[in-house]
Structures are given as C-alpha cells and as structure tokens.
C-alpha cells in the first residue's frame, strides 16, 4: 500500500470498526450537551441512543469545530513518521474546518518541506462524506498515488449525493433551517420535508412532502433520478439515521428492491453527534454516487 495517510472528521459518520476496516484516520469534533464537554468520537464515550434521547427530553447542545492546535498534534506525528496525508474535511458550508485544517498544513509545510499535505473540502457530510473515504480508501488499495487521490475527489467530490428528510422539524427549526412558521405549519400538517446538500455544500429544503411513506418513496425516486445509471447503479449506498432505524431499514430495504445492481447491501449508520446536535432524531439521510450537484 502507498505510504501516505488518509484523514478526515469524525463527521463523516462511519463507524470506529468501519474507519480501521478502511485504514482511514479521523480527529474529531466536539460537542456540549447542557454544559458539558464531550468528544464526537463516533458514541465511543456516550451511545447514540442515549445522546438522543437527551435531546428529545430537551437537552440542550452546542458544537465545536477542530482548531488549529489540534490539527497541529493530530497531524505532526503522521509527518515525522514519514508519511504523506490527504485530510478531507466537512463541507466548508456548514463548517469553518477547512479554514483550521489549512491553516495548520501551512504551519507543517514549513516545518516537513519533503511532506505532502493536501487539504480536500468535501462539500460533503455524514456518511456520504464516509462514502467518499471508503472510495478514496479503495483507490489506494488499487495503488493510485497521493496526487491521483488528490486530483480525483476534487473533481468528483460534487458527484456524491445527499437526499434526507426528517420527522420532527424541531431542531431544524431551532437552528433556523427551517423557519418557525414554516415549522409549525409543517409540524401540524404531517409534512416531511426532502432536503439536499447543493453544489456549496449547503442544505437546502427542497420540497414539502406529507406523510412519512410519501416521503420514504420520494428519496428512493430521487435516488433513481440522480444515481450513476439510474436503476441500474451498480455503486455503495449508505444511510445514516438518528434515533430512527426502523424508518431507515423501510428505506434501505425499498433501496434494495428498486436497485437489484448495488454493491452489497445498503450500509446503515448513525448520524453523529455533531450533526445530529443540529438534526435532533428522526432524521434519515441517503448517499450514492450520482449526477454532479450544479445548485
């Protein structure tokens, strides 16, 4: 295997056993839940369903990026070891990670001038952002060098689609996603919106959908849309959930149904708590390799 590393955030939301399955390194994130600190360490130190069901008895969280510091000590031992690193990161629209990560690259470019560091903005989140890894991972064990890495999910990263809804706006009303009285209204009306991450990185409310299973058949139409090959497809899919799998295993199982080609069965994981600090439960969010994000 080619000697250089691959990192990212431990937003992209795969599981501990997942990202050493992989040999991907990650650094994380960190959150308060009503004041205190913890480590969004892929539930390693509170399990997801317990993060959960704080939140939904009306805990309240805050999250934190990585800084500049911590890049720094996560980074450095990689270099003196002799190793190259390509860190990608959480999308720049809805973090200001990269601008941390970049920062401490400039700092190490200094200090390793024979060291590669490249800094990749995913534009990507959870585990659509782990789906990314887990292809750059398969690109090293095929034996594509630091630079062809590099060069590819630059070009492609857009290309990773991200389709996801939720059942309780609660959160996405308190983090202004979702506005108040569009909240309420949808709250009362049994409305899911259908949300997408655009070509910035951002999540966009897309389209406002009644009743749970309309909105499970929406996703899955989108998936035939969007994805390489429509029916067809042939790639990974991978869903994270919040504190909702039955809704997720509905999901993955019409998935599975509709796309007889996929690469194993659909990866199911949980949302993690840096994210899901802004979700809240009831979120379900579905990835595949698809048509490029333009918008």
């Known amino acids: 295997m080619s000697n250089y590393v691959l990192s990212c955030c431990s937003t992209a939301d795969l599981s501990k056993e997942h990202f050493e399955e992989i040999d991907v ?7 308060q839940l009503d004041g205190v600190d913890y480590m969004d360490d892929l539930g390693q130190s509170m399990d997801f369903d317990e993060f959960y069901a704080k939140m939904a008895d009306g805990a309240d969280t805050k999250t934190s990026q990585i800084n ?3 890049f720094l000590e996560y980074f450095r031992p990689m270099l003196k070891s002799g190793q190259d690193i390509l860190h990608v990161t959480l999308s720049s629209g809805i973090s200001g990670v990269l601008n941390s990560a970049n920062a ?4 190490l470019r200094d200090e390793f001038p024979d060291r590669k560091i490249y800094i990749v903005d995913s534009l990507g989140a959870s585990s659509g952002y782990g789906l990314i890894m887990q292809t750059l991972s398969e690109m090293r064990e095929a034996g594509k060098s630091i630079d062809e890495v590099y060069e590819w999910v630059n070009e492609h990263r857009l290309n990773m689609n991200h389709w996801f809804f939720s059942m309780d706006l609660t959160f996405y ?18 409305i899911c919106p259908l949300l997408n991450m655009d070509n910035l990185g951002r999540l966009i409310p897309r389209y ?5 299973k309309k909105v499970f058949k929406a996703t899955v139409d989108k998936m035939e849309e969007m994805a390489d090959d429509g029916l067809d497809y042939s790639g990974k899919c991978y869903i994270s959930q919040s504190a909702c799998m039955d809704d997720a295993k509905e999901v993955a199982r019409q998935i ?10 659909v990866v199911i994981n949980s949302i993690g708590t840096t994210i899901g600090s802004h979700t809240g439960p009831g979120t379900v969010a579905v990835f595949f390799w698809g048509k490029k994000r333009v918008d």
């Open 25 to 31: 390194r990650y650094i994380c994130f960190h959150y």
């Open 68 to 70: 500049v510091d911590e």
């Open 104 to 107: 401490a690259a400039e700092v």
């Open 208 to 212: 406002k959908i009644r009743t749970k």
């Open 173 to 190: 009303i308190k983090g202004g996603r979702v506005s108040k009285t569009s909240g309420t209204i949808g709250q009362f009306l049994n």
């Open 256 to 265: 599975e149904e509709r796309f007889p080609k996929l690469d194993g069965k």
